[in-house]
């Protein structure tokens, strides 16, 4: 079917639906489902703008980029981005701090402080690596060798106390 000038007539009721994913850009917000589920487990991703508070199990890679106030069981790992900050309590496998961290911090593996990095409160850690400007503000305590997977509280030994 044509018009008078000869140009085909098209319908305008039927027009497909294009998916347009927008780019993840670097150093942009993170964009997809905020609990993936990967072959390694559940992610857990708190976007840069996103605000989270309450208690967080069962997640064993949790990214931080926004801001969360919570208390952190059963999980493996925690990263938190030069852009996020992390209230509260964690207990778990390994950490990698960019951003800040204030609370109860026990890591029964390593605890990676960035450049960036600043953690204050309690800290426990297995092992330790800290780049050139990441700081350390609190107590900080070195685990035990061989640590169960429920950690309890160290007692730092005072000079002359009898043990």
Not at 59 to 87: P, W
Not at 135 to 145: C, D, R, S
Request: glycine content about 12%.
């Amino acid at each position: 079917m044509a018009n008078e000038e000869g140009t085909p007539i098209t319908s305008s009721a039927f027009r497909p639906e294009i998916t347009r994913r927008l780019p993840d850009l670097p150093g942009g917000p993170m964009r997809g489902n905020l609990l993936e589920t990967t072959e390694n487990g559940n992610k857990l991703i708190v976007g840069r703008d996103i605000v989270l508070n309450g208690q967080i199990t069962a997640c064993d890679q949790l990214v931080v980029e926004g801001r969360v106030e919570a208390a952190l069981e059963n999980s493996q790992s925690i990263e938190i981005a030069e852009t996020g900050v992390f209230k509260g309590s964690a207990v778990i496998e390994e950490a990698t701090i960019s951003g800040n961290f204030e609370g109860s911090l026990t890591v029964r593996g390593e605890l990676t402080v960035k450049a960036t990095g600043r953690i204050e409160g309690e800290i426990r850690y297995g092992k330790l690596c800290i780049e050139s400007g990441g700081q350390l503000v609190g107590t900080v305590e070195v685990l035990p060798a061989g640590t169960a997977a429920s950690v309890t509280p160290v007692r730092p030994a005072t000079i002359g106390e009898d043990n």
